[in-house]
Each structure stands twice: as C-alpha cells, then as structure tokens.
C-alpha cells in the first residue's frame, strides 16, 4: 500500500474473509439472473448463437468481477487509536476517514439474512454531519458487536458538544 | 408592569385568531361578497361562510383557554380547547426572547414573543399580543433571569444585619455591529442574476412582440418575467433594514420590511462560515457572509443546522471583520493557503484560479468557485470527521482531496487536489488539531 494510505502508528485491521465469500455470492447470484434473463430473451427470439456468445461473454466478465470483488472486499480495514477509529478501504477509489470517538453519535451494527448466513455483521458511525460515511462492513459478528459497545462507551466519555 | 400570577393570569389579544388566519378570512370574504351582496347565498358561500363561522367560534374557544402566568420560577402557559397543555417555561434557562411581527399582525399592532430555551426542545411562543405588552413581558422576563442569577442578600453573622452586597451588574446595552443601507441592498438586486435574467426576458419579449409573433409565446414570458420579479422583491422585503447587534444572548439579527423577523445566533453553536464573492459584485468588491449554526436542540438524534445570512451585502472588509467576530476572533485572513500543483489541470483545466486550501492552528480553510468565489472556514473545534479520498485518475497524478465534515448546512471544507504527500500531513494535521480543540475547549 502507498504512503497515503499508510495505517496511523496502529496497524490496520483486516476484515473478515467471510466478506470475500458473501460479496462474491451476492455477484454469482446476480449474475445467473442477469444472464439467465438475457439468455432467455435471445432463446425465445431463436438467437441460439447469439445466446452462446452471450454466455461466453458473461463468463469472462464473471470472472473479472469476481476478482475485482474479492480484492475490493480484502481492502477494508480499521485502526483503533487512543482518541479517534481510522477505516480505509477501497482498491480503484480509494478512502480514509478519521472519526474521533467524541463525535460519535450512534453505533448501529447491522446483519441482513446474507451476512448472517456467513456470521459476519456491520459496524455503522454516525456523527452530526451525513458525510461522514464510516462503515465497517464483514466484522465477525462478536467482533462488531465488541467494536460497538467500546465505541459507544468511549462516545459517551468524550462526548464533545456540537 | 406587573407580573401576572395564578390569580391575575393574562390573556393574549382577543384579535389573535385574525391575526393568525387573516387570509383566509379575507380570501373567504372576497369569494362570497357578491354573493352575500346579491342576497342570493349559493350552496358553496353557504359552506364557506359556516366554515369561517366554526373557525371563528374555535378561535374564540381558543382564546378563551389560553392564559399564561408566572408561577414560581416558571413561565406556564396553558392552552388547548380540546386537549388541554400546560407548557412550563423555566425563566432561568431562556437564552434569548425575541419579538417578531408578522405582516398581519404588524398591522394590526400586535407582536408574538419568541423564547429561545437552552438545552431543551420546550421553545416557546406567546402569539399575539399587543407591541407595548410584548415589550413589557420581554422585560420582565429578563430581568427575573437575570435576579435569579445574582447571589442572594445575606447577613453578616457578627452584627445580623446585611452584609454590603457586590453591585448589580450593570445591563449592557446591545451594541450595533453591522448595519446594510437601502442604496447598498438596491445596487447589489441589480447586480444580481436574477435582474439580469430578467432583463433578457423582458428584452425577448419585446423582440418577440414587436416582430410580430404568436400570441401563445408572449404569454409564456409572463410567469418568467413575474417569478424573477418576485424573488427580486422578496430579497428587498427580507433584507430591508437589516441590522446585526451584539446583545447578551448573542447576535441578533433584525430585518425585514412588511414581516419584522428577528433571528438570535449563539456564537459558541456557530460551525463554521462561508464567504461568497458573486462574479458580479467584483467590481464593487462586495461579498457575502453565511453562517452554520446548529440548533439549540442537543440531543442523540442530531441537530439541526441553520444557515443564516449574517452580512447580505457589504465591502469585502467589513465582511471580513463580521466573520471575525462570528469565529470570536478567529481571523481567516492570516490563514496560509495554496493553490493545486500543475499536473492537476488534467483534472480541473482552470483549477488554478479558484482551488485553494489550508489550514492553521484554529482553522481550516478551502476556496473554491469560478464565478463565484467561496470561502469555506470552519474552525478545528467543530470538524466532524476527516477524510481523504483518491480516484485511479488522481493516483496517477499523485493527488488526493482531503475533506472535513460539518453538520448539515451551506458550509463544507474540501482540500481538493492536494499533492499525495501534503494530503496525508493535512489529514494528520487536522486529526490531531481537531483533538485539541475540542479537549482545550472545554
């Protein structure tokens, strides 16, 4: 990893691999629509060929994006420090964000049927302004759920008014 | 005057419920007058007409109910036909009370009287009642907060008599701060976009009259022409005598030609401020001063944010000073900034003339905007959060943006094109200037 994104004198904190997994299913199931409807249409128009190339086609950009997915996945990554929590993330488009724990407002964490299919969950911060997207998406679901109760007892001990 | 108790409660004006729904009254009268006139009431007068008859004996069921009284060291107003309220007012916490005249009520003589509360949602209003009175209450109001925070009287143990007290502190007088005269407030409407949008509607219609066209195109002029008038109209009614004094609670805000609005900021809820130099106003060298202030409501479930116009028009120096008082002393002006390093210009061809950023010990900084030229200042001690972003075009250009977050509202810090290495020492830095702030502030 570059300079700028270098971890702050903490070192960073993987995610889990769950995440790999359950991102890389949510693409495969995606895809087998997709290319199922776009399949079905050209069969119905008697494109037998054409319902080929499609497949073929399909097959390679599966493969592409699985691998995109799964490096995109591997990149999210935490720092916790004495007074604030780093999150990075991000392959193509790259991104830090430094909250301070005195500005957190709520911790939620959040498990659809998918994640907790693969027992992992999601750690979301909010402060006063919206464009502080701080999320930290496939935590093991004990790992979420220890970051939100320190975050939120830090929150409330260095709460700083607006 | 005299504080009203249990016994001596108060009512507001009886010409309330005229004050708070005149238009509709007059849009109902004017509806059925020649129908009344005729003698001949159709069904729709009828109903119209008993409509405003039960509003009326609600208004008046209404007026009855509400009364307000001092009990104890709590302003209580109770009102409600149906569902009885009793809101309490606690008089040592009222921040600040304002005295607002709606158009209506202004003509009729009438004044609502707006308190502020720290710490608290129970804002309260008193609508209406009668200017002198609303002033009168104002007094007295303050004047019992400010009792309730002197010391009490006490006696000197040896002798039993009261001890010398320290003197009453002295009441300061509101100090002017900032005061926006009419040719100023006229000068800048016309050099306004929406003048000059203006200009070119009626110039096309003209054109299109005198050439002959279809009646259906002129007719679409209209409703353009009006719109733009009528945002050029409102600003002057919003604007007109607009005032900024320094007062107790906080600097206040007084404008307004038909509707006397009057807005309090609490400096230390101030999140940051936005200095606007429109492209038309460079020849006067004339900009405008935004602020972000968040509300009094504190709370888990956020804030809300207000923007307010602090300076609507002014010479860039006198801007300069209002947004120095606004920061308590914090002086953008000797703020450092940069521009963009050149190989930026593959991302923002004329960045050069308007990207700017930096920061100091106590803000931050960032200027943007071609036409017209924003400063963004937000001071360490209200960053939300930082963060720095990097697309695959600026990773290969060696650049990234650098963002501070505030609360919702018209102010937002973006470094943007920062050099990869300057981005990671400013992120740094404000991480660890952001801390300080908010622990020394306490």
Same mark, same amino acid.
């Given at each position: 990893?570059?300079?700028?994104?270098?971890?702050?004198?903490?070192?960073?904190?993987?995610?889990?691999?769950?995440?790999?997994?359950?991102?890389?299913?949510?693409?495969?199931?995606?895809?087998?629509?997709?290319?199922?409807?776009?399949?079905?249409?050209?069969?119905?128009?008697?494109?037998?060929?054409?319902?080929?190339?499609?497949?073929?086609?399909?097959?390679?950009?599966?493969?592409?994006?699985?691998?995109?997915?799964?490096?995109?996945?591997?990149?999210?990554?935490?720092?916790?420090?004495?007074?604030?929590?780093?999150?990075?993330?991000?392959?193509?488009?790259?991104?830090?964000?430094?909250?301070?724990?005195?500005?957190?407002?709520?911790?939620?964490?959040?498990?659809?049927?998918?994640?907790?299919?693969?027992?992992?969950?999601?750690?979301?911060?909010?402060?006063?302004?919206?464009?502080?997207?701080?999320?930290?998406?496939?935590?093991?679901?004990?790992?979420?759920?220890?970051?939100?109760?320190?975050?939120?007892?830090?929150?409330?001990?260095?709460?700083?008014?607006? | 005057?005299?504080?009203?108790?249990?016994?001596?409660?108060?009512?507001?004006?009886?010409?309330?419920?005229?004050?708070?729904?005149?238009?509709?009254?007059?849009?109902?009268?004017?509806?059925?007058?020649?129908?009344?006139?005729?003698?001949?009431?159709?069904?729709?007068?009828?109903?119209?007409?008993?409509?405003?008859?039960?509003?009326?004996?609600?208004?008046?069921?209404?007026?009855?109910?509400?009364?307000?009284?001092?009990?104890?060291?709590?302003?209580?107003?109770?009102?409600?036909? /149906?569902?009885?309220? +009793?809101?309490?007012?606690?008089?040592?916490? $009222?921040? %600040?009370?304002?005295? #607002?005249?709606?158009? *209506? &009520?202004?003509?009729?003589?009438?004044?609502?009287?707006?308190?502020?509360?720290?710490?608290?949602?129970?804002?309260?209003?008193?609508?209406?009642?009668?200017?002198?009175?609303?002033?009168?209450?104002?007094?007295?109001?303050?004047?019992?907060?400010?009792?309730?925070?002197?010391?009490?009287?006490?006696?000197?143990?040896?002798?039993?008599?009261?001890?010398?007290?320290?003197?009453?502190?002295?009441?300061?007088?509101?100090?002017?701060?900032?005061?926006?005269?009419?040719?100023?407030?006229?000068?800048?409407?016309?050099?306004?976009?929406?003048?000059?949008?203006?200009?070119?509607?009626?110039?096309?219609? /003209?054109?299109?009259? +005198?050439?002959?066209?279809?009646?259906?195109? $002129?007719? %679409?002029?209209?409703? #353009?022409?009006?719109? *733009? &008038?009528?945002?050029?109209?409102?600003?002057?009614?919003?604007?007109?005598?607009?005032?900024?004094?320094?007062?107790?609670?906080?600097?206040?805000?007084?404008?307004?030609?038909?509707?006397?609005?009057?807005?309090?900021?609490?400096?230390?809820?101030?999140?940051?401020?936005?200095?606007?130099?429109?492209?038309?106003?460079?020849?006067?060298?004339?900009?405008?001063?935004?602020?972000?202030?968040?509300?009094?409501?504190?709370?888990?479930?956020?804030?809300?944010?207000?923007?307010?116009?602090?300076?609507?028009?002014?010479?860039?120096?006198?801007?300069?000073?209002?947004?120095?008082?606004?920061?308590?002393?914090?002086?953008?002006?000797?703020?450092?900034?940069?521009?963009?390093?050149?190989?930026?210009?593959?991302?923002?061809?004329?960045?050069?003339?308007?990207?700017?950023?930096?920061?100091?010990?106590?803000?931050?900084?960032?200027?943007?905007?071609?036409?017209?030229?924003?400063?963004?200042?937000?001071?360490?001690?209200?960053?939300?959060?930082?963060?720095?972003?990097?697309?695959?075009?600026?990773?290969?250009?060696?650049?990234?943006?650098?963002?501070?977050?505030?609360?919702?509202?018209?102010?937002?810090?973006?470094?943007?094109?920062?050099?990869?290495?300057?981005?990671?020492?400013?992120?740094?830095?404000?991480?660890?200037?952001?801390?300080?702030?908010?622990?020394?502030?306490?």
């Amino acid at each position: 990893m570059d300079e700028l994104f270098a971890p702050p004198g903490t070192p960073w904190q993987r995610v889990s691999p769950r995440l790999v997994s359950q991102r890389r299913l949510i693409l495969v199931v995606l895809w087998v629509l997709m290319t199922g409807a776009l399949v079905g249409a050209s069969i119905a128009v008697m494109q037998r060929t054409l319902a080929l190339w499609i497949v073929v086609v399909s097959l390679v950009g599966l493969a592409w994006c699985l691998r995109l997915v799964g490096r995109s996945a591997r990149s999210w990554r935490y720092a916790e420090r004495d007074d604030d929590l780093y999150i990075a993330h991000g392959i193509l488009f790259r991104a830090m964000v430094a909250v301070p724990y005195g500005r957190m407002q709520f911790v939620d964490v959040q498990s659809g049927p998918i994640d907790r299919m693969f027992g992992i969950a999601t750690v979301r911060l909010h402060t006063a302004a919206p464009g502080t997207s701080a999320v930290i998406p496939g935590l093991p679901a004990d790992e979420a759920a220890r970051l939100r109760d320190k975050l939120t007892m830090l929150g409330e001990a260095q709460a700083a008014g607006l | 005057m005299k504080a009203p108790t249990e016994e001596n409660f108060r009512r507001l004006s009886p010409l309330t419920p005229v004050a708070r729904s005149g238009i509709v009254l007059i849009a109902v009268v004017g509806a059925t007058w020649r129908e009344i006139m005729s003698g001949e009431p159709g069904i729709v007068a009828l109903i119209l007409v008993g409509v405003l008859a039960a509003g009326a004996v609600y208004g008046f069921a209404s007026w009855v109910r509400t009364k307000y009284w001092i009990e104890g060291d709590e302003l209580r107003i109770d009102t409600g036909v /149906v569902m009885r309220q +009793s809101r309490r007012i606690r008089i040592d916490r $009222l921040q %600040g009370i304002d005295i #607002v005249q709606p158009f *209506l &009520a202004r003509l009729l003589g009438l004044a609502e009287l707006k308190m502020d509360v720290a710490s608290g949602n129970t804002d309260g209003s008193l609508a209406f009642m009668p200017v002198a009175e609303a002033n009168d209450l104002k007094e007295l109001l303050l004047a019992r907060r400010d009792a309730v925070a002197a010391p009490a009287v006490e006696t000197d143990p040896e002798t039993g008599e009261p001890a010398p007290t320290a003197p009453p502190r002295p009441v300061v007088p509101d100090v002017l701060l900032h005061k926006l005269d009419l040719r100023t407030l006229l000068v800048s409407l016309v050099l306004s976009f929406e003048f000059f949008s203006l200009i070119s509607a009626s110039a096309a219609f /003209v054109a299109v009259a +005198s050439l002959g066209g279809p009646a259906g195109a $002129l007719t %679409g002029f209209v409703p #353009v022409v009006l719109g *733009l &008038a009528l945002v050029g109209f409102r600003k002057l009614s919003g604007f007109y005598r607009f005032t900024v004094s320094d007062t107790a609670a906080g600097l206040q805000v007084r404008r307004g030609l038909f509707e006397l609005t009057s807005q309090t900021i609490a400096l230390h809820r101030v999140q940051g401020v936005v200095i606007t130099e429109p492209l038309l106003w460079r020849g006067q060298g004339w900009a405008r001063l935004d602020v972000s202030v968040a509300g009094a409501q504190v709370g888990d479930s956020g804030s809300e944010v207000v923007s307010t116009t602090v300076v609507p028009v002014a010479p860039l120096g006198e801007v300069l000073r209002m947004s120095r008082h606004v920061l308590r002393q914090l002086d953008p002006a000797v703020v450092p900034i940069s521009g963009i390093p050149d190989r930026a210009m593959w991302v923002e061809p004329l960045g050069q003339h308007f990207a700017f950023a930096g920061l100091d010990d106590h803000l931050v900084i960032s200027r943007s905007g071609l036409f017209a030229r924003r400063t963004h200042v937000v001071p360490h001690r209200r960053v939300q959060s930082v963060r720095v972003r990097q697309g695959p075009l600026m990773r290969r250009l060696r650049l990234a943006d650098v963002h501070v977050d505030s609360p919702p509202g018209p102010v937002h810090v973006r470094m943007r094109l920062r050099d990869e290495q300057d981005a990671r020492r400013l992120f740094e830095r404000a991480v660890v200037l952001g801390r300080q702030a908010r622990t020394s502030a306490r």
